[in-house]
């Protein structure tokens, strides 16, 4: 199982000097690189290495190997670009999203991540230092720290390629582990998970981890959006991409914070994870919000979360599920009855037959819960024997 581990640099003034002046040229090449391409339309490994290999050597002083690695940077951003069209996510051909993006090369941010490989980059352990090739020559005996967990892991699994990154000044190496992947316990039971817009997540137990926080510090990124977008200026747009990126931040960090908990609790009580497939939670959850509040529900991270406790079940060998989610808000789990009716409003949730009351979201839980259950029986289930 792939990890990233993030350690911070601690250069020395001059060190840091060399290292922005290496990014730096690094990022200018990959934009040189990304125009020609675009100009070209050659835009595949081979042709781009062909086309620039010396070119970017001589014209950014970069060495064999990082010259390699911005090319791939390069081809890398294209596809993704490409897929990122097809799939559709930049609006339609004719929109002006799409057309911005498509009739200019792209371009990299002077600290963007410059990804280095072993022979560019050495990790000296005990002495928490790295060695790393820079446009000045090979740069030594450079400190890193991080957390003891996250060196710990960085120690014994490292594998692979690290990034070098810029960010506020300060710098870092993203480094990727590659980690023996534990099996997975045979469940005892099941925790429903029913991901939700007031309660991000609510479980079978009738915990729940409310998004209070978040939805009133979203509230209140929208307000300064709206003011920063009423002035138009350069300085206000810089603003607003900072704003929005302390806001998916923080959304993270709730993400996080969550499934390592539901997570831990499984762990504790050897138990697996259920949650309710996607589309059916938006196509739920969007009938039964008002139309004003339906465009923060696609940006709304459900996706990250069920990422995160899939990514953190496997990690701690806890099973995962994925459920059916029809009608798990309008199901009785007493009775199995099933009617809109049963929940009149969206916190409570009423049997119109056998009059079962409770919170609506724990009920979502359990119904998750109960169809996991039913679910892994079926799927563990012995092969019937054929007859001879
Ligand atoms: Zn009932």
Redesign the pocket.
């Known amino acids: 199982m792939k990890l990233v581990v993030q350690v911070k640099l601690l250069p020395t003034p001059e060190q840091a000097a060399a290292l922005e002046a290496t990014l730096h040229a690094c990022n200018r090449a990959a934009t040189h690189v990304a125009s020609v391409a675009f100009d070209t339309g050659v835009k595949d490994r081979n042709g781009l290495q062909k086309l620039l290999y010396a070119d970017i050597k001589a014209t950014f002083a970069l060495s064999a190997q990082p010259a390699v690695r911005v090319v791939n940077k390069v081809v890398d951003a294209y596809t993704t670009l490409t897929a990122q069209a097809r799939a559709g996510l930049l609006g339609k051909a004719t929109s002006k999203r799409y057309r911005s993006a498509m009739s200019s090369p792209v371009s990299f941010r002077p600290g963007a991540a410059q990804p280095f490989d072993d022979r560019c980059l050495s990790w000296q352990q005990d002495a928490r230092t790295v060695s790393i090739w820079t446009v000045g020559g090979r740069m030594k005996a450079l400190r890193y720290t991080g957390s003891a967990g996250q060196l710990k892991v960085l120690h014994a699994h490292r594998k692979g390629e690290s990034d070098l990154v810029q960010r506020g000044g300060k710098w870092f190496l993203i480094a990727t582990c590659d980690l023996p992947e534990p099996d997975v316990m045979e469940p005892a039971d099941w925790i429903g998970v029913d991901r939700g817009i007031v309660n991000l997540a609510t479980t079978s137990d009738g915990v729940n981890y409310q998004g209070r926080g978040l939805r009133r510090y979203r509230n209140w990124c929208a307000r300064k959006r709206a003011e920063l977008q009423k002035k138009q200026t350069r300085s206000a747009t810089r603003r607003l991409a900072r704003r929005s990126t302390r806001e998916q931040r923080h959304a993270t960090h709730l993400n996080h914070r969550i499934s390592k908990e539901i997570v831990s609790v499984a762990q504790r009580t050897g138990r697996g994870i259920a949650v309710e497939e996607l589309d059916g939670i938006r196509d739920r959850d969007r009938v039964r919000l008002r139309r004003d509040q339906r465009g923060t529900l696609s940006s709304w991270p459900f996706h990250q979360l069920g990422r995160h406790l899939a990514y953190k079940a496997r990690q701690a060998g806890v099973a995962f599920l994925e459920v059916d989610p029809a009608y798990t808000s309008q199901r ?6 099933t009617e809109k009716a ?1 929940r009149p409003t969206r916190d409570h949730f009423r ?6 009351a409770g919170p609506a979201d724990t009920v979502a839980g359990v119904n998750v819960r109960d169809r996991a259950r039913s679910a892994w029986a079926f799927v563990t289930m012995p092969a019937p024997a054929t007859p001879a």
């Not at 009785?332 to 009855?337: Q, T, V």
Request: net charge positive.
């Open positions: 009785c789990p007493r009775c199995g009855h049963n049997c119109r037959r056998c009059a079962l």
